[in-house]
DNA sequence: TTTGACCTTTACGTAAACGTAAGGCTTGTT
DNA sequence: AACAAGCCTTACGTTTACGTAAAGGTCAAA
């Protein structure tokens, strides 16, 4: 398991998710793995993927949303205009992140309201 | 637009969204306009469980996932088991947004390296 | 009075993200 | 040899979250 390659099943089992996910993220074009004859094979490469797919999916990103973060990791941006691009999709990233701070932080701080009264309502009637 | 009531069509406007899917929340028991005949008249408590939604889906909730952190909010819970279910209902939902928070962390980093490679790009074709 | 801007319901359509067979090839084990 | 495990493709089904008409009621301004 702790080499450089893995199947299909590895993987699926790896991160709690189906093999037919991963296919399926194969066919939106965010993995690209090789294959033994019709064997998949999949190297470290697509499996930093993969985590990233996972890592978006728990911040409600699109798979499409997370196809373009993922390319813009591995940019093919040779042009001033494309990079410039770049950096503006970097910022607008950025600024919902900051918006999701936000929201956690709101609603971070109902959930202590919420248990707060919770525990009141459990230390009245003992 | 400062009162205590409004119409679906001013509460879609200022939440950028359309009417159809302040409806349909109300279908999927989110929302409970009173009404006047016919039409739909949303009071205070309902434009703020439209915030509470709208602010689950910038954090990519499920409407049903908003709908049990409102009912979380507005508990009807009076039994100890029930109380006790709420708390913890409560820590999963923090524990989600730690993780949150640390996806947001790994992903902003990422965003400062890619910015960097591309300033850096930038600057030699200067 | 008729036009426009709202509101309503009903209902079919759609995009995203898989789930779930069905059928078949390979490969190691009993 | 036969069976289980794991891989493959193809393809239809499902859930979520609305979009998009269609058909009609109300009410104020022109």
Known sequence: ?????WTIGELARTFGITTR?????????????ERDGQTRIYRPRDRVRLKLIL??????FS???????INMYSPDADNRDQLEALL???DDRRRQ???????????ESEL???EQRCRDALAERA
Do not use: C, T, W
């Open 63 to 69: 798979l499409s949303e997370s196809r373009e973060l």
């Open 21 to 33: 996910a991963i296919r399926f993220y194969e066919h939106e074009g965010l993995l690209h793995p």
């Open 55 to 60: 890592r978006g999916k728990r911040l409600g």
């Open 88 to 90: 503006d999709k970097i």
């Open 97 to 107: 992140l900051e918006q999701q701070k936000r929201d956690i932080a709101a609603m």
């Open 1 to 5: 398991m702790n080499q450089e390659i």
């Open 112 to 114: 202590n309201e919420v």
